[in-house]
């Protein structure tokens, strides 16, 4: 493909797509698990390391011209690039069955369906799968048209449950001061951040790609994640159909049920592109379509399991095993660009070594033994350490063993 998408087609593709429908389910568990002042602490560190990774990747987008799992191979090698890949689906699996479930709870507020019965839930799961497959299968250009339509409908709803909520401040302070929830906000958006070569390879210019990403992290995300937040402190609890729902009538609730479905669906159709563009190096003799098909059914069933019970703990799962690959790409792309060092194959197998030291640590971070109580961060940090520490320790080794 050109390179053909300026700043405000990479914008709304990411906004009405990625961010669309998870943003307002962050906000929510942002609130029901930190309260209101940590959930704003962690909406803003969270995006500014969000944005100042995101600098590099844009830097390497346009650079290179190369999606995520083609830079992946050049600093992986064949069998530490099938390990990203796989992670990468892995993560777009994980949110694209969290979506599915929330198009469901949508559809069964629609039709008035009692959701208690498993089988139930599971039919409308694997419907919705079908549906989002099929309208995926027209590439690139269906979230083009998905996106535009989905944005303003986010700008729309949003603004009206945030003018009319019943905002009540008292309940703001029940939690108290935690830095943790940085982790909730980095975990939404870090399998973006890695994977923007994908989308940001066809940048006009760096620039386009630039305005981007600070539209995106410093002033969409952050508005639309406190939006969200703001929502959840003004409501009664529940999930987030009944937060935007509130109590302003029936054509309200027949809009917002609606406009879940479309958001999953859009959201879902560029979790769909995006990994078939990973499976293209796990499965390299099958067609797109035949990947789409794939993702999709793989996804469908996946949807079928509780994910959103436990979707703190999912997030951060995810994450540290993308956070650290992803770390590792960028430690050493900033290797290449500041100290002239070039990658050689015998690298690779030391930059996976880099990658599972990371995903140790936030896994140990997980567990309660953390550097910043932040497990995604502990991974990024430790991944980037260790590829730092392995490689000049292995250049000093070699430099000894040759004199």
Known sequence: MENQQNWWQLTSIQLGGVICLPVILIGQTLYQTYGFTSSLIGIII???????????????????RKSTPANAADYFGKVGVASFALTICLSLLGWYAIQLNMMSLSIFDLFHIDPSKTYVAVLANLGLGFVTTLGALYGIKSLNILANISLPLLIITLGYAFFTVDYNPASTSRQTLSFSSTSIVIALA?????????????????????????LIFVFALPILEFIGVYLAAGSQGGHILDILKGSHGPFWNLWVALFLILAGWTTNNLNLYSGVVCLESLLKKTSDKARTL?????????????????????????????????????TRYLMEWSLKKPVQQRDHKWHVFAWVLGVGVGILSIGGYSLTAIPLLDATIAASIGTWTILFQKESCEKAYSA
Request: proline content about 1%; overall charge neutral; charged content about 10%.
């Open 294 to 330: 794939l993702f999709g059914i793989a996804g469908s069933l996946l949807s079928c399991f509780n994910f959103l019970a436990h979707l703190e703990f999912i997030l951060d799962l995810m994450g540290i095993f993308v956070a650290g690959m992803g770390s590792v790409i960028m």
């Open 46 to 64: 969270g995006n500014l390391i969000l944005l100042m990774l995101g600098f590099i990747m844009i830097k390497m987008s346009c650079e290179r």
């Open 190 to 214: 870090i399998a973006l951040i890695i994977d923007l070569p994908t989308y940001y390879r066809h940048s006009k210019t760096t620039k386009d790609g630039l305005i981007s990403l600070l």
